[in-house]
């Protein structure tokens, strides 16, 4: 069991950003990673949509055998999380949770230094926003930071596309951020997969609009650190050194080789078509 590899799935390339975070915290595990880039994007389509999308790529990576089960979508992680864990016979976990503890633990830590109260923001797209899934989070863990979650939708198309720093993502993350740093908001959870590679345009927009510092929490790295205590305490560490990563794709690969390389920040082997088997 140990030896088996990570299952990791996205609606689509994000999804390797956590990827990333997991090969620098786990460097001896194998990874088999899946995005589902025929149906992408997620974060725009309904519960149900999403639940169902899910369960194909939970699926999938179940029949290949993976050890446990890491949804880097915080669409999926916010909406259909407890079906997967209910459904599936390995450890599934999601991004939202331990965004959220990160959060919560720099909020604390500010609020320290800064010697008042401070709001934690969350930036998503539309599905994971409008399912509340970051604010149940942090209520679970503290009811003392109040959160305020906001859309993202241009963010997402614009790391597509490679446009991560200058003037237009400046301008579209200043439109976001503005209205949450204006609500006492000094945390800001990147709660979308592909914020990360946005992660220097928004420190820097942010600490310009507010007087105070602001910490920008990745739910990327703190997912891979969850990853590793979960596989710590149930004995799953792998026993030797392996480190294969198997891209998986359901759209034909085209130019994904490369994009993924942007997201993962190494280059890995040509991604593979696969078919998600049908779902209800
Ligand atoms: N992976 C999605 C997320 O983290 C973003 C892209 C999409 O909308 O599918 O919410």
Redesign the pocket.
Known sequence: MRDLPIGVF???L??LTVVREIRRALPNEAIVYLGDTAR?????RSSATVVRYARGCARLLIERGIKALVV???????VALDVLRAELDVPVLG?VVPGAEAAVTAALSLEQQLGHAVSIGVL??A??IGSGAYPRAVAALSTRHEVHAATAPLL?PLVEEGWVTGEVPRLAVERYVAPLVSQSVRVLVL????YPLLRETIALVSSQLSRDPIVVVDSAEATARALAELLAARDLLASGKSARLELLVTDVPGTFGDAAARFLGERADAPVQVDIPVTL
């Open positions: 996205d609606s689509g994000g999804g992408v994007p997620y974060g725009t880097a979508c915080n669409t999926v992680s916010a991004v998503g797209t599905s994971t997402v709660g979308c997969t592909h």
